[in-house]
């Protein structure tokens, strides 16, 4: 019998100068093709690139891991109806302020959000389309070898779910190597023979801010049209935002696309003394010149962070009450609340009706598919749920399999296993239930090499896979214009790391070989 494939290494033992040489392809092809970054301070010191012209390399995998096929095609699969679930949380307020309410005393952030919103629907919203870029994030779970495996919601993000415009330059990252340079070391690895899924995040996400420019467009404009990407400033992966952007004015209708620092939106932007409030946006060049903000994108906002002051919440005001499309609006901001995840995957003790069906038809085949995909989690409320997981969260060993997660994005946030009793007793107990305690998820062992700041980590990782999505929606008639599967990100990180934000530092970019 020939000996199977399985039993090689994957990825291949390197000589030291195959390594060298993996790493010049692709610091080279990186830089090239736009998977970089803004150095990181630890790298380059601000003192010693004055004008930021500096760009440098994403970390990222020399090896596309192995994925499940399976499991990837799982995700992709029910990414529409994640997307469609989603879009009617955002339509629910009643369910949205009731979630609200519960954490709205201990948590400053969402009161604030909440009071933006109240304030808009108190003057009547002018706009009811609503669009979401979404992007739901899975690790495998596998509980013994002979399981088939199965994907687990790590969470759901509904602002600024980033990383799509990297993401499929990854994967040409990969198949480019798997032409070039892979083939040199072993044959098994040459295009042929990976199975490497194709990776059209970029297309798919601008396609989803073009149907909102579109459904907005159709309307009698007062100004020309743009899309406002409302940003951070400084932003280190600025390119992951220039690659949407760039595929928006590639097309053969190019789109006007303009990036506004959050905290200079009441400088940049005016609303029109009209009943339909249009959004203005007047170019710092030349303010004369006026645009009407079709779409405003949000890759800013989504922490308290990006809001020191009150003009900020009035920056926030401005933009939620325009005619603008906003992605996300605030209520679709708070659909993915932590909160919100948990009392999705928390079975409701009184019935056997799944929560989902509020939302979903309960003849629905999909709703099963969604909670599939749902791991344990668990309120630190005054319920008989809350009580049981407090108790699991401050006891010494049983915490050990479980993450305290608060109502933040962007990474950084979440405290892990034995951390979690000593944080909590630091906290006044009104204020654990603004927290959700869930169950760790261990992906079975997977190795591969990340090339982070020119140096090499091997052994092993932990891969989380995102997909996509893109939906457009009617906040008022509940009618669904437009929903797609966006594509995938794959993210690796060592698996000593408790965290895998690649913009915080802890993860790697990287591609799915599909197995
Ligand atoms: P954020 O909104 O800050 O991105 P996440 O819920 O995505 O918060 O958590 C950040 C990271 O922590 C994830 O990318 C993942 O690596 C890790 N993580 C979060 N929840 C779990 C879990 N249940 N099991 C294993 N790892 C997790
Ligand atoms: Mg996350």
């Given at each position: 019998m020939a000996p199977s494939r399985a039993a090689e290494p994957y990825p291949p033992n390197l000589h030291p100068s195959e390594a060298e040489q993996l790493v010049a392809t692709i610091k080279d092809w990186s830089i090239a093709h736009g998977?970089?970054?803004?150095?990181?301070p630890a790298v380059i010191s601000a003192e010693a690139d004055p004008q930021g012209i500096l760009a440098t390399t994403v970390p990222v995998t020399l090896f596309p891991s192995p994925f499940p096929r399976i499991c990837f095609e799982q995700a992709k699969s029910i990414q529409k109806a994640y997307n469609k679930l989603y879009a009617s949380i955002a339509q629910d307020e009643g369910f949205l302020e009731e979630i609200v309410q519960q954490i709205i005393e201990v948590d400053d952030f969402i009161a604030e959000l909440w009071q933006v919103h109240l304030k808009v629907k108190e003057e009547g919203y002018v706009q009811n389309l609503s669009l979401g870029l979404f992007r739901s994030d899975y690790m495998v779970h596998q509980s013994t070898a002979e399981e088939i495996p199965t994907i687990k919601q790590v969470e759901f993000n509904t602002i600024a779910s980033s990383f799509g415009g990297l993401s499929s330059q990854t994967s040409k990252l990969h198949k480019y190597l798997a032409v070039s340079d892979y083939p040199l070391f072993k044959k098994s690895l040459q295009t042929t023979e990976l199975d490497l899924p194709e990776n059209q995040s970029t297309k798919s996400l601008a396609l989803g801010l073009r149907s909102a420019y579109d459904a907005y467009t159709k309307s009698e404009n007062i100004h020309p049209c743009c899309i406002i990407?409302?940003?951070?400033?400084?932003?280190?992966?600025?390119f992951d935002q220039r690659h949407l952007e760039y595929e928006l004015q590639q097309h053969k209708s190019p789109i006007s696309v303009f990036r506004l620092p959050f905290a200079e939106t009441l400088t940049r932007t005016s609303i029109a003394e009209t009943s339909k409030r249009q959004l203005l946006y007047h170019l710092p060049s030349n303010p004369s010149k006026v645009f009407e903000v079709a779409v405003v994108y949000f890759r800013a906002g989504y922490g308290p962070g990006d809001y020191p002051d009150a003009s900020a919440w009035n920056a926030r005001l401005q933009i939620e009450r325009s005619n603008a499309i906003k992605c996300p609006t605030i209520l679709t901001q708070l659909a993915g609340a932590k909160k919100v995840q948990q009392v999705l995957a928390t079975p409701t003790s009184s019935s056997n009706l799944s929560i989902l069906t509020r939302f979903i038809e309960?003849?629905?085949?999909?709703i099963h598919g969604l909670e599939d995909t749902f791991t344990n989690i668990f309120p630190l409320d005054d319920t008989p749920a809350g009580q049981e997981a407090r108790k699991l969260a401050i006891d010494p060993e049983k915490c050990k399999g479980y993450v305290l997660k608060p109502q933040?994005?962007?990474?950084?946030n979440n405290i892990y296993r034995t951390a979690i009793p000593p944080f909590l007793k630091s906290l006044?107990?009104?204020?654990?239930?603004?927290f959700i305690l869930m169950e760790i998820i261990i992906p079975p062992p997977v190795k591969n090499i990340i090339l982070r700041n020119g140096a090499l980590e091997q052994g092993g990782v932990i891969c989380e896979l995102g997909v996509y999505g893109t939906c457009l929606w009617d906040q008022a008639t509940k009618k669904i214009l437009h929903n797609e599967e966006a594509g995938y990100l794959l993210r690796t990180k060592g698996d000593k790391s408790e965290e895998g934000g690649v913009a915080a530092g802890f993860g790697s970019m990287d591609s799915c070989r599909l197995v």
């Open positions: 998977l970089a970054v803004r150095p990181p990407f409302v940003v951070q400033d400084p932003e280190r992966n600025i309960a003849e629905d085949p999909s933040r994005e962007g990474g950084g006044p107990e009104t204020h654990w239930k603004s």
